[in-house]
Nanobody, 122 residues
Framework: QVQLVESGGGLVQPGGSLTLSCAAS????????MRWYRQAPGKQRDLVAR???????NYADSAKGRFAISRDNAKKMVFLQMNSLKPEDTAVYYC????????????????WGQGTQVTVSS
């Protein structure tokens, strides 16, 4: 099995910055896309950013210009740099990844982390 563990969440003031980390472990041959989602109370879980194995990125409109996703394939980690944070960024942030588990199979399986709380408040 595969585990994704997020870290780096916490309380930050509006306009501040925070960097989230996600480490993958377990039965992993390689990782395809990695993503960050977020979910505020009473709302849908929405995609924030995506990064492919080759480094191509996509962002939600709400994150463009403020957030940056990156990855370290050797460490099996993905990061989310969050700048100019707003109260509406407050949510539980989840790491998500498509994991290839076998060298002789190209099938990828999707996994979720447990989430880390980000609160933007003065």
């Amino acid at each position: 099995q595969v585990q994704l563990v997020e870290s780096g969440g916490g309380l930050v003031q509006p306009g501040g910055s925070l960097t989230l980390s996600c480490a993958a472990s377990g039965s992993i041959f390689s990782i395809n896309d990695m993503r960050w989602y977020r979910q505020a109370p009473g709302k849908q879980r929405d995609l924030v950013a995506r990064i492919s194995s080759g480094g191509n990125t996509n962002y939600a409109d709400s994150a463009k210009g403020r957030f940056a996703i990156s990855r370290d394939n050797a460490k099996k980690m993905v990061f989310l740099q969050m700048n100019s944070l707003k109260p509406e960024d407050t949510a539980v942030y989840y790491c998500n990844a498509d994991v290839r588990q076998r060298a002789n199979s190209r099938t990828a399986y999707n996994y979720w982390g447990q989430g880390t709380q980000v609160t933007v408040s003065s």
